[in-house]
């Protein structure tokens, strides 16, 4: 079974950045364009972030500007740095692969089980 594991959510301040990472298997960071979604309580997953194996960035309209994906091919990570974060930001992320066209539908090969992120004063 496929494993993409996420780590680095927690509880922040408004405009108290932090960064959240992704592992993946090798095989897999290295032939799938990587991705962040979120979902917030009540509404639909969106995409945040997609990031291809030749480190092409591309953001969903929830990234407002104030979010970065990156990927270390060292270590088979996918990053996502949450600047400026905001109380509307707080969502479960989740990590995914899969290949543009069905990310930017909303769909993936492979999902992360989630972290969490509130931002609350």
């Known amino acids: 079974q496929v494993q993409l594991v996420e780590s680095g959510g927690t509880i922040v301040q408004p405009g108290e950045s932090l960064r959240l990472s992704c592992k993946a298997p090798?095989?897999?960071?290295?032939?799938?364009?990587m991705a962040w979604f979120r979902q917030a309580p009540g509404q639909d997953r969106e995409l945040v972030a997609l990031i291809n194996t030749v480190s092409i960035a591309d953001y969903g309209d929830s990234a407002d500007g104030r979010f970065a994906i990156s990927r270390d091919i060292d270590k088979d990570i996918v990053f996502l740095q949450l600047n400026d974060p905001r109380p509307q930001d707080t969502a479960v992320y989740y990590c995914a692969a899969g290949a543009p066209s069905e990310l930017r539908r909303g769909t993936a090969a492979y999902w992360g089980r989630g972290t969490q992120v509130t931002v609350s004063s």
């Open positions: 090798t095989d897999i960071f290295r032939l799938y364009t």
